[in-house]
């Protein structure tokens, strides 16, 4: 063999080897997922089937009543008039953020973007923000990494946000939540200050001659100031106080009882378990059994028909704008 030849090989073994770790790591980690949703659906069989023996009927049988006595027609009216909302707010604080931190973009012209993305938010809420940073790199020509900054600034803020209302939620109805909530305190403070420290490091306080922080995937954070931090927090608030109301009012309706400040620190939690990858929404829905668990069948049929609705509808309202989105990216 030639030492050309000897040289293309060893390049070629250079090149190759690097893969191999990460398709370990990547199978590990579908493996995970899988191991996850599967433990999720075990669980919720084994209580659904136990709710069922202990009424004295089969499984099937047991869910099938459990929707017979929803009133649909309320249900579904009250759910599409929030997904509406929630577009709406959602978009409006996407553009605001695009507006702080990168470039002055119209809010109409956000519209299309973010309905598009609803329908990769199936999959991945995360891989939906993705394809916003790529769709306004292509039709506004704006630096793809600068837009990812701004995105990743949105899903940073989105965990505070989160995390806040959890914490309002703890205060006024700490004493009747499930032990497990009594660590929202230590969570809370240890929050606090993470927040504290990453704001005194982005505006040079702390490590002024580091230069991770000069990377340009972190562009949004070296601009945003803390009433950046404070206004996305009252701007995406509504949503979720529109939720607290219509998740109330639609727990009713399957026949369990709540109150506004019940579902205060239980929403802000599950809604963070379902903004991460798609084995934690089953999570998501598991988490309804587990906080009312004298309501297996309600919460069970409640969860994923609330989950699942609230996905699919959004991506009802990409497709409408999905022509739209189409034209001003290929134009």
Request: hydrophobic share 55%; with cysteine; glycine share 6%.
């Amino acid at each position: 063999m030639s030492e050309r030849e000897t040289a293309e090989v060893n390049t070629n073994e250079t090149i190759e080897e690097p893969s191999s770790p990460q398709k370990k790591q990547s199978l590990i980690g579908r493996l995970v997922f899988l191991l996850i949703t599967g433990a999720c659906f075990v669980y919720l069989y084994f209580r659904l089937n136990g709710a069922a023996t202990r009424e004295g009927l089969p499984l099937i049988e047991y869910m099938a009543q459990v929707f017979a006595n929803v009133s649909w027609g309320t249900w579904l009216a009250l759910m599409m008039a929030y997904s509406l909302f929630y577009f709406l707010i959602d978009t409006l604080v996407v553009t605001r953020a695009l507006n702080w931190l990168l470039a002055d973009i119209k809010y109409k012209d956000i519209l299309p973007i973010r309905a598009s993305s609803y329908i990769i938010s199936i999959f991945n809420e995360q891989i939906g923000k993705g394809a916003m940073a790529y769709y306004l790199n292509k039709r506004d020509q704006i630096p793809g990494w600068e837009v990812g900054s701004v995105m990743l600034f949105i899903m940073f803020c989105e965990i505070f946000y989160l995390l806040v209302w959890a914490t309002v939620g703890y205060i006024f109805g700490g004493d009747g939540l499930p032990e497990v909530f009594q660590i929202m305190p230590l969570i809370s403070m240890g929050a606090t200050v993470f927040l504290v420290l990453w704001l005194l490091y982005f505006n040079g306080s702390i490590l002024p001659n580091n230069q991770f922080r000069e990377k340009r995937i972190l562009h949004g954070f070296r601009r945003a100031k803390l009433w950046h931090y404070g206004a996305f927090f009252l701007l995406r608030s509504p949503a979720l106080l529109a939720a607290i109301v219509v998740y109330t009012t639609a727990l009713n309706l399957f026949g369990v009882e709540a109150s506004f400040l019940t579902l205060l620190p239980y929403l802000p939690v599950i809604f963070f378990a379902a903004a991460v990858p798609t084995p934690m929404r089953a999570a998501a829905i598991t988490f309804w059994v587990i906080l009312f668990p004298e309501n297996e069948g309600q919460m069970a049929a409640f969860g994923f028909v609330q989950h699942n609705f609230f996905i699919f509808f959004n991506a009802i309202i990409g497709l409408i704008f999905w022509r739209r989105a189409q034209r001003e990216l290929f134009a």
